[in-house]
């Protein structure tokens, strides 16, 4: 069923309107005409009557009841007149209103059609819009996935290269570490064997000291005695003590008295060095040698 749109409804309903009022009074004046028609039996009066008028030689003055029923029937006449021209109007406006509903039934079907027509458009603008949409929002996926690649892609590869620098690095001190140990190692070696040297020239020295102090009897050659002396940094004997009797009694006490007439003992003056004789221990025999432990 075809609608009407809305701007054409009302003045359509009014003319339906008008046109309903106006059928309805037509019938109301028709059925008050036929309520105020005489009975069947009048005519047959009035046709006797006028029988009368004509054969009388003189006019003769209508009754009442004839002139009321002349005016009925004049009334009557006029408003089959006024229902015929009311009819004859209703039909031309019925047929005008046929006339304006079918255009306005093809303006509504016309307009319809166009917005039909505007709403397939703007659908389809809809759906390009939401397709152009997607492909934007498609190829911007893409080129952030293809960037996010890249950027990790870069970044594997620094740290790559990070960590081979690093390896690089770590073995390079590693070899230098060596290298500078190896060379402390030598240079150790070098002060060591040179401190050493040292060391053992004054512990001669301290030994020929003592051998030259020690007055000695005939004694078994094969007895010793050991002594353990503690030395200040200038040499003086501190303290002697009796680590290892030789069993003669007198070799001991002769050994005990050469360390004391020997203070203070040759000793070097470079405090790292001194550590080596700050504790002394010495082994003394009458075979004309003495020794150090």
Not at 52 to 78: G, T
Request: proline fraction near 4%.
């Amino acid at each position: 069923m075809m609608r009407l749109p809305e701007n054409y409804r009302k003045p359509c309903l009014i003319a339906i309107l008008v046109h309903v009022v106006v059928l309805m009074l037509l019938l109301f004046n028709f059925a008050a005409s036929q309520f105020r028609a005489p009975p069947s039996s009048s005519p047959q009066k009035i046709i006797h009557a006028t029988a009368i008028i004509q054969h009388s030689e003189q006019p003769r003055v209508p009754s009442v009841s004839e002139q009321k029923l002349s005016e009925q029937l004049r009334a009557q006449s006029v408003s089959e007149q006024k229902l015929q021209s009311a009819r004859e109007n209703h039909a031309k406006m019925l047929q005008l209103e046929k006339v304006e509903t079918a255009k306005l039934q093809k303006l509504a079907a016309l307009k319809a059609s166009e917005a039909k027509k505007a709403a397939q458009e703007k659908q389809k603008k809809l759906l390009a819009q939401k397709t152009l949409k997607k492909e934007i929002e498609a190829r911007a996926l893409a080129s952030a996935e293809l960037a996010k690649q890249e950027k990790q892609k870069t970044l594997k590869a620094l740290a790559k290269k990070n960590k081979l620098l690093a390896e690089q690095k770590k073995l390079q001190e590693q070899l230098m570490q060596q290298q500078l140990n190896s060379e402390q190692k030598n240079i150790t070696q070098v002060q060591s064997l040179a401190q050493q040297g040292v060391i053992d020239k004054y512990k001669a020295q301290i030994l020929a000291t003592i051998q030259s102090n020690w007055r000695i009897d005939k004694v078994d050659s094969k007895l010793k005695c050991i002594y353990s002396i503690a030395l200040a940094p200038n040499g003086d004997v501190l303290s002697i003590n009796l680590v290892k009797s030789s069993g003669d009694t007198a070799l001991d006490q002769s050994a005990q008295q050469a360390i004391q007439q020997s203070s203070p003992l040759p000793v070097p003056s470079n405090p790292s060095l001194f550590g080596n004789f700050r504790q002394l221990v010495l082994t003394l025999s009458p075979q004309g040698y003495l020794q150090n432990t």
